[in-house]
């Protein structure tokens, strides 16, 4: 019979045989718009094997439908400074409305600004991204941005209720809407790399040694060599130059969505002023972040 830990052994080598030869079903993937908001977070519509595939199988309704509602959920965390500082009520709630209308608002017309210049850098890039393509990559990351705006929304709310200075909240809606801004381009920046990585039809060429080179073209196998660590310097070069190119259009993008927010204002509303849907145009949003740090560290 031999002993317990004998059988004991032979069982689980058993279990074992038996969940390798019937191995469990694949789990289906996510459907929903929360299922597809899971996988875009975790990289999966943006890694190098998806966009080998289909590409960004994103429907483009789909992104604009989780802008829209990201934006208009952070943006009435914002309006409730109004509800608890203005003393007329019913300003206060156009404010809300007319706050949570504005952010996704201002994530779109920023968008409209910017997209010819992707499409010109995705061109000079040779990723290959038609105009939808391009309209879609940028909604995938204007989704993700406002996605963490949207979850930092408690913590301005509970600002909110807890404090009654105006400059405070505008340094601190301005520091959220950058950290989202910084992930969403960061995120932006990695989906093109990956693109730039599928597309390039040399990176997908096999890796030859000096020797078959040379069998393939004729040439003395040290030319070969040559000619190869030359094209590859080449290529190096062009992918350096082409993220810089694209941290540029980043830096763009950070410029415009910033004064387009400074376009829209107010946003939180001061409450020693009236409702107004748009102010009157003076000075520029980065005179005013100053201006704010002034009026709170004094």
């Known amino acids: 019979m031999g002993h317990p830990w004998y059988r ?41 094997e998806s966009l080998q595939g289909s590409g960004i199988s994103i429907p483009i309704k789909t992104l ?21 500082s203005w003393e007329t009520k019913s300003d206060a709630l156009k404010q809300l409305v007319s706050t949570s209308i504005k952010v996704p608002l201002l994530y779109l017309l920023t968008l409209l600004v910017t997209f010819p210049s992707l499409y010109v850098v995705s061109a000079l890039a ?13 909604l995938v990351a204007m989704a993700v941005n406002l996605a963490l705006l949207a979850s930092l929304g408690p913590i301005t ?33 990695r989906a093109i790399g990956n693109l730039l990585t599928t597309n390039d039809d040399d990176a997908l060429a096999p890796v030859t040694t000096g020797e078959e080179d040379s069998q393939a073209t004729g040439e ?21 130059r082409t993220k810089r190119l694209l941290g540029t259009w980043c ?38 972040v100053v201006d704010a740090l002034g009026k709170l560290l004094s």
């Open 64 to 84: 604009v439908k989780m802008a829209l509602i990201f934006g208009m959920l952070y943006g009435a965390m914002m309006g409730l400074f109004a509800l608890f």
């Open 251 to 288: 830096l763009l993008f950070g410029v415009v969505g910033c004064q387009m927010g400074w376009i829209l204002r107010p946003f939180i509303g001061d409450p020693e002023l009236p409702f107004q849907i748009f102010r009157e145009r003076s000075s520029n949003f980065f005179s005013a």
């Open 157 to 189: 709310a509970f600002f909110t209720v807890s404090t009654d200075s105006y400059p405070f909240m505008i340094l601190l809606n301005v520091l959220f809407f950058a950290i989202a801004g910084l992930v969403g381009l960061a995120f932006l920046r």
């Open 126 to 138: 040779r990723t290959r991204l038609g105009a939808a393509d391009t309209g879609r990559l940028l």
């Open 220 to 240: 003395n196998p040290l030319d070969a060599v040559s000619h190869r660590r030359t094209r590859d310097s080449f290529q190096a070069s062009a992918a350096d």
């Open 8 to 48: 004991v052994a032979l069982t689980r080598q058993a279990k074992l045989t038996a969940m390798t030869s019937n191995p469990q079903p694949p789990l289906d993937p996510p459907t929903g718009s929360l299922g597809i908001l899971d996988r875009l977070l975790r990289g999966g519509f943006t890694d190098p």
